[in-house]
């Protein structure tokens, strides 16, 4: 049924389908991908009385899409996040970090240091373990650590340029301070951002604040 009144062009349902679709610019389930396509958050081969009803359709990304195909959640931890009814938008989930290993010799007989942003969920205080444990299973479904260490890398060489003038100026102690101001201004209050989650994690890198940055932008 929803096969032909939703996606046909010709039925009158495609309006609402293309009105669900329509209604973000950006996935709800990674908040990186562009909208493309109408997903059923439970599937309809499995509960197909559910594939028309608006709650059940989520506009999403062609990514999101395609890794969640129609998984059927065995477990109330396996289902992954109802971006209308589970919103965590007002609490605080993602965070990264800077790890940085020591010189090593390469073959030619110079260090080099390796260093690698790594993202990762971090239940607030208090949280009820099924909800934290949903988090972690939307996390890992969505593969969201890999999608954001991947928007990381234009972000590090152009910020990185930008540091080396305010580390000219005022230090590290300037760059920290720089980053902090990033990771506000360009968030914009969006508290599970990966980009507040990336300046807050090179802000604390005393590795990266003293002169890594030149490093990291260099690839
Ligand atoms: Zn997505």
Redesign the pocket.
Known sequence: MYERRMRDKEYPGRPVYDGIRNQRIK???????AVRQVDHHLPKSVYPYLAVVPANLLP??S???FLKNDQIPISLVEQTLHPYFDNIENERWLYAELYVEAPALTANGAAATSWRVRFFVRPPSEQDPHRAARVAHHFKA?KLDKLYEEQTADELVTVGHALADVFDAGGSTDVRAYLLDLARFRTNGRLNNWMLALYEALAASDWYCSGGFRLVASG
Do not use: E, K, R
């Not at 996935?27 to 991908?33: A, F, T």
């Open positions: 996935c709800p389930l990674c908040g990186i991908g999403v990304c990514d999101c899409n969505f």
